[in-house]
């Protein structure tokens, strides 16, 4: 048990056109989901904590009107990219928690966006 | 700001050997330390998950140990296989379970 997924696995857009990635908990319910970004050659980076039914809570340095997340169910969190720029080229992976649990987090398999 | 640190950034071994990767961090008042694989391209791995009162953890060929007083942690990897290779993230949990991640380890196996 516990699997995440993530859809898109890859997307190439146009630079000003938004992009939304969907995180999943397929056999589990996830009260928090976590989305992070991967630069080539460095670590998961924090971007934003998603808890089901309210606000997400952005990190430092994490424009919340770039990332939209919405986390609306207890299943699923989305992340939508507005108004994507060749810099937000990235690998974005989420994470989620199960409800009720201070175990480990399950990783989703990741998103790799590129934008021309 | 929670830094968390690994040592070496790279590594290249010939299959067999023992290695020893490090991970330090700066906040004693830890969670948990978890070890993750990253493959190339792909997400991650749950390998091992220390809690703070734990001292380590052993799963197979790992064994990952927990000195908090030194804000430290080893992954030992026993007769390393080119099946290994991959880069290896240390995590440090702190409130609200959010994981800080090291500064990864690339790691190379060689027949």
């Known amino acids: 048990g516990a699997v995440v997924s993530q859809h898109p696995s890859w997307v190439i857009c146009k630079s000003g056109t938004s992009v939304k990635i969907e995180c999943r908990s397929l056999?589990?319910?996830?009260?928090?989901m976590f989305w992070y970004r991967q630069f080539p050659k460095q670590s998961l980076m924090l971007m934003a904590t998603?808890?089901?039914?309210?606000?997400?809570?952005?990190e430092q340095g994490v424009e919340k009107d770039k990332f939209l997340i919405n986390h609306a169910s207890l299943t699923l969190s989305t992340l939508t990219v507005t108004s994507a720029h060749p810099e937000d080229s990235s690998f974005y992976i989420c994470?989620?928690?199960?409800?009720?649990?201070?175990?480990?987090?399950?990783f989703g398999p990741g998103t790799r966006l590129l934008v021309l | 700001k929670q830094e968390v640190t690994q040592i070496p950034a790279a590594l290249s071994v010939p299959e067999g050997e023992n290695l020893v990767l490090n991970c330090s961090f700066t906040d004693s008042a830890i969670y948990n330390l978890q070890w993750f694989r990253q493959d190339p391209g792909k997400g991650l791995t749950s390998l091992l998950l220390?809690?703070?009162?734990?001292r380590e953890q052993t799963s197979g060929r790992l064994n990952a140990s927990l000195d908090k007083s030194s804000g430290r942690s080893t992954l030992y990897i026993a007769a390393s296989q080119p099946g290994d290779s991959a880069t290896y993230l240390c995590a440090r949990a702190g409130g609200g379970n959010k994981l800080t991640f090291g500064t990864g380890t690339q790691l190379k196996v060689e027949l």
């Open positions: 998603s808890n089901e039914g309210s606000k997400a809570t952005y």
């Open positions: 994470s989620a928690g199960r409800a009720g649990s201070q175990e480990t987090q399950y």
């Open positions: 220390i809690q703070s009162s734990q």
């Open positions: 056999d589990f319910q996830a009260t928090t």
